[in-house]
């Protein structure tokens, strides 16, 4: 129910409203759980909203995972600098799917996006990363906290 109400947090079309309510659930039922990893796991956007809730109902664990989102944005921001370059979300987001063994093609479907895209992003992703495989690409990532 966690993973189901924060990927509702990130539909854009429900309206930033909905958008809060689906993530004050979530939080809800991950302090009834002594649930954290799995919000720290997600994008800067959901760990910033994350704070932005905090802000605004009085509970300790919140208050805790709010801190905890702040230090892995920072981390996050740290560790994504390769040489004076960061990656895009685009980019972040097609990272995501390296290491799942599926095509580019179907990479590509998931995300919505030309096969020719795909691969500009992936050009992009491996000289940032100074990478030269998909395989190397998902190993830093999962080091970097990236995915």
Request: charged share 35%; with cysteine; glycine share 4%.
């Amino acid at each position: 129910m966690i993973r189901k109400n924060l990927e509702l947090s990130k539909i854009k079309d429900e309206g930033v409203k909905k958008q809060r309510e689906y993530l004050k659930l979530a939080v809800n039922q991950g302090e009834q759980v002594g649930a954290r990893e799995i919000f720290l796991r997600q994008e800067n956007s959901t760990l910033e909203a994350i704070v932005n809730l905090a802000k605004s109902i009085n509970s300790q664990w919140l208050e805790s995972l709010s801190r905890s989102c702040l230090e892995r944005i920072k981390e996050r921001n740290t560790l994504l600098e390769f040489r004076g370059e960061q990656l895009t979300s685009r980019e972040i987001e097609v990272l995501k799917y390296l290491s799942a063994d599926k095509s580019i093609e179907q990479i590509g479907k998931t995300l919505h996006i030309s096969k020719n895209t795909m691969k500009t992003h992936l050009r992009n992703i491996y000289r940032k990363l100074e990478v030269n495989d998909r395989k190397q690409a998902a190993e830093i990532a999962k080091a970097k906290l990236l995915v």
